[in-house]
């Protein structure tokens, strides 16, 4: 009787080991295979090519990625959408730290690049055939992806800054479009007047980046920084920050202009109904807009050059724009140099990035096209607002220098126009508070602050 | 027979090591209770030991930017318990819990209370519908209310209208308090109500009987006679309710993306260890932070068992 029992006891260790052994192996699967096909959202058309992999959130990337594919036989490109901005910058940041899983080709907005080449995770394409490239973008994009020899990424589209109005609600209340920030502020206060009941336009707390972008424009240029040394200047409250910040402080201070967060669901639904009577966008602005459900059905939106201030020398700015550079981690740097560098390399790409997704090419071979300049935008009820708008926008930027921790600045810029409108500081201790929180954090990244 | 024989055996062989023939049953059967524990210590030791010694070691070395990564010893724990965003967070998660655990509390006692009294359809039909809410993911919930919240796509603006009032924003930085205590007590309330209700079904119904007799009232056996005797379960939910709130990230986290203003990046500890990680890159410091906070966590838990060790049925 033990004898059978204790043999019951036996067999039954078996299936135990068994099953532990089965779910180690299943654990233990992931680690070394290359990325499988099954794993990207194209198709892959030519098999037992090197495959590059790819990250990026434009619209209608499908397509570029397709005619990609479809025109190279040596090569393919394996693309997914990790995510939008901060989401895929987060992912890609985890994986460069683990050392594995990063994509060979990352898209990433130019002003964020510097947080990625101090920590050398982007190879030079100079090497690769980039440095060449240099006649065929605009000089402020080049600049933003170059530091001295080395070309950390390849420039795509831009995000330079007009004004997008609706002209119905201008025509309804009878007031002027503004060609300058005076104007605008006049304007903000007619609108309201004649009983307007929205807002001339939202000053979000939570978006930084336009905040930097409409100080640029009166020249000024905080941070001073470049990846071969330890030193970084940072004087951000100077008197044109001040200025700046303080015309808006007093719009919302009057209530003629919203404050909602921006990007949330309740903002999105404000710009398509009419809430806010203009925007001042950038050149994906339009994109933007156009893919935001339940618009306006009657909404007559035009684009106008970007308000001006007074006496002052006209300057053009930008928001965003983005590139593709090349990961460390990429098996194969040529071939991935090479796909960052065709992916949107060719009219026909551009074709489709410009009216699928209404990106705004940097690429000189498009950019300085007739196509492109006499294109007629449906959305603006054929309004070419490359002509008008965007193309002389383009030309007069000259690049942004943005500090390696941005994102550490943009969630202290946050924080402090928050407590600008609701009050707590105005224009002037707003930026000193963010020139003394981002100097501390400079140094506690051994950076050595000077002015 | 074999069974009493070997428990007589164990016992004699804890206080003599001669009986080597009892002692080695009872070491085989030790030996089988170690290989079948051998999967779930496997899955302990790769999923949570290591990864809390690689954290612990991260948090030992600091990396800057400019200079990289050097080991640093308890600096950056100094750093952490002088760092004003940090005891910031404590603070407020403090506050949370001072708020937050006696609402969830006494909502979870009174719900349990009188269902525990009624006994109609009427009382399991709520029961259910009072733990509905924590059967919905943390994060669908928060996205939910995040939605609720909202001026233009929440209720609150028509509701406030009818009577004529503005609705107030509920995710401007001095209402977004009350709005997470809310979003977590409705959730997690009928998670506890099922707790307290359960310690209050295993209370032999003759304590009642004998009450009634004594001429107490509902109210005073609810509250002299069920209440204590279910003081382990309420000792255990406060437990819970501590640890958790003390933790508090979820809402936060989802709720930050409709309110950065109001949610900064270090309103609780753990949302700044997670901003620290995977926004700044700053993944030594922020394994330090998790310690820090897993350390006040602990120290705050021990403290509250020790003060309510007699009533916690730990000790026996």
């Not at chain 1, 071979?365 to 054929?382: C, I, K, M, Q, T």
């Not at chain 2, 760092?83 to 006692?109: E, K, W």
């Not at chain 2, 039909?125 to 796509?153: D, E, H, N, T």
């Not at chain 2, 310690?291 to 006040?296: T, Y």
Request: proline content about 5%.
């Amino acid at each position: 009787m033990q004898m059978t029992r204790r043999a019951g006891r036996r067999a039954a260790v078996v299936p135990v080991v068994l099953g532990a052994a089965m779910v180690l192996a299943a654990c233990g699967d992931g680690g070394g295979e290359e990325t499988s096909a099954a794993s990207c959202t194209n198709t892959i058309m030519v098999e037992d090519v090197p495959v590059v992999t790819v990250w990026a959130w434009y619209p209608a990337m499908e397509q570029v990625v397709d005619y990609f594919n479809e025109n190279n036989d040596d090569v393919q490109a394996c693309w997914t959408n990790a995510g939008q901005g901060g989401d895929a910058y987060q992912a890609f940041s985890t994986a460069l730290e683990a050392g594995s899983g990063a994509p060979d080709v990352m898209m990433i907005e130019a002003e964020f690049l510097g947080q990625y080449t101090i920590r050398e995770a982007l190879v030079d394409l100079a090497p690769y055939g980039a440095a060449e490239l240099e006649g065929e973008y605009t000089e402020g994009a080049w600049a933003d992806v170059t530091e001295a020899e080395a070309v950390y990424a390849i420039p795509v589209d831009g995000g330079p800054m007009g004004l997008l109005y609706r002209q119905d609600i201008f025509d309804e209340y009878g007031v002027a479009v503004p060609t300058t920030w005076e104007e605008f502020a006049t304007a903000a206060q007619q609108l309201k007047d004649a009983g307007y009941d929205g807002y001339i336009t939202n000053f979000a707390p939570n978006w930084w980046a336009f905040v930097q972008a409409m100080a640029a424009q009166l020249g000024w240029q905080p941070f001073t920084y470049d990846s071969a040394s330890t030193e970084i200047g940072i004087d951000i409250a100077t008197p044109e920050a001040i200025q700046v910040l303080s015309y808006w402080e007093d719009l919302v201070d009057r209530d003629l202009v919203a404050t909602d967060e921006a990007f949330t669901a309740d903002y999105n639904a404000s710009l398509v109904d009419g809430t806010y009577a203009s925007y001042v966008a950038a050149a994906w602005g339009p994109g933007y807009l156009e893919g935001l459900s339940d618009a306006d059905a009657d909404a007559v939106w035009r684009a106008a050059p970007l308000p001006q201030w007074e006496g002052q020398e006209p300057r053009d700015v930008n928001i965003g724009g983005s590139t593709f550079a090349v990961s460390e981690q990429a098996e194969n740097p040529e071939l991935a140099a090479r796909v960052a560098m065709d992916l949107f390399g060719t009219e026909e790409a551009w074709r489709i990035g410009i009216e699928e997704a209404a990106l705004f090419p940097l690429w000189t071979p498009v950019l300085e096209s007739d196509y492109f300049a006499d294109l007629e935008y449906p959305f603006f009820d054929g309004q070419q607002i490359n002509k008008d708008v965007f193309l002389d926008a383009a030309a007069g930027y000259e690049g942004f220098t943005t500090p390696p921790f941005l994102t550490y600045v943009y969630d202290q810029g946050t924080e402090q126009l928050t407590a600008l409108v609701e009050g707590q500081v105005d224009a002037e201790q707003a930026l000193t508070n963010l020139e003394q929180d981002v100097g501390a954090y400079a140094e506690s990244q051994a950076f050595t602050v000077t002015e | 027979m074999t069974t009493t024989s070997t428990t007589a055996g164990a016992e004699r062989a804890t206080s003599s090591p001669h009986r080597t023939r009892s002692g080695r049953i009872e070491r085989n059967r030790q030996r089988w209770g170690w290989f079948f524990l051998t999967p779930f210590a496997l899955i302990f030791l790769v999923l949570l030991v290591v990864p809390l010694g690689y954290a612990f070691w991260m948090s030992l070395h600091t990396s800057t930017l400019a200079a990289g990564e050097s080991f640093t010893g308890l600096a950056n724990y100094e750093r952490a318990f002088t760092d004003p965003l940090f005891l910031g967070g404590l603070t407020r998660v403090g506050a949370f819990v001072a708020v937050m655990v006696p609402i969830q509390l006494g909502v979870a006692l009174a719900a349990a209370l009188v269902l525990d009294t009624l006994a109609t359809r009427l009382s399991r039909f709520s029961r259910l519908m009072i733990f509905v809410p924590y059967a919905v993911p943390g994060m669908i919930g928060a996205l939910m209310w995040g939605f609720l919240y909202s001026p233009r796509f929440g209720p609150a603006t028509d509701l406030f209208g009818l009577v004529g009032a503005t609705a107030p924003d509920f995710l401007a930085p001095g209402t977004v308090f009350g709005s997470l205590v809310n979003i977590v007590t409705w959730q997690w309330s009928g998670y506890y109500m099922i707790i307290i209700y359960a310690a209050l079904r295993g209370i032999d119904p003759s304590l009642y009987e004998a009450a009634r007799i004594d001429g107490a009232s509902g109210r005073q056996i609810a509250l002299r006679i069920k209440v204590p005797m279910i003081s382990a379960a309420l000792v255990m939910v406060v437990v819970f309710a501590l640890i958790g709130t003390l933790q508090f990230f979820t809402e936060p986290s989802i709720l930050s993306n409709v309110a950065a203003g109001a949610i900064p990046v270090h309103y609780t500890p753990n949302l700044y260890a997670y901003g620290l990680a995977f926004s700044y890159q700053q993944f030594n410091y922020a394994s330090t932070i998790s310690f820090a906070l897993g350390v006040i966590v602990f120290a705050f838990s021990y403290l509250f068992l020790f003060i309510t060790r007699k009533r916690s049925g730990l000790n026996s």
